[in-house]
């Protein structure tokens, strides 16, 4: 079982700056495939980016060259390093893991309790 723990959101106004880092508990962690995902009120979850396990990674269009997506395996942690924050990045940020073997992302089994991140005008 695999074990997910967010932190680092908050408040910010436009224009600044968050990062949010996810514990993962298990010791298959260099193994996994992780992805940060985030959903709005109203709005259905949408995919932010993901790494690999080699270190391969994917941003959706709207954060590119914004978000950065890294991982410590030595720390088994995530991090979305998010600048030039805009109010439509407001939203509840999740991880998310799954084995690299499978692809979609209905394959993400392991799933952290989220952290809120709010922008302001």
């Known amino acids: 079982q695999v074990q997910l723990v967010e932190s680092g959101g908050g408040s910010v106004q436009a224009g600044g700056s968050l990062r949010l880092s996810c514990a993962a508990s298990t010791s298959t962690y260099s193994t996994l495939c992780m992805g940060w995902f985030r959903q709005a009120p109203g709005k259905e979850r949408e995919l932010v980016s993901t790494i690999s396990s080699g270190g391969s990674t994917y941003y959706t269009d709207s954060v590119k060259g914004r978000f950065t997506i890294s991982r410590d395996n030595a720390k088994k942690t995530l991090y979305l390093q998010m600048n030039s924050l805009k109010p439509e990045d407001t939203a509840m940020y999740y991880c998310?893991?799954?084995?690299?073997?499978?692809?979609?992302?209905?394959?993400?089994?392991?799933w952290g309790q989220g952290t809120q991140v709010t922008v302001s005008s």
């Open positions: 998310a893991a799954r084995v690299c073997w499978s692809s979609g992302t209905s394959a993400y089994k392991y």
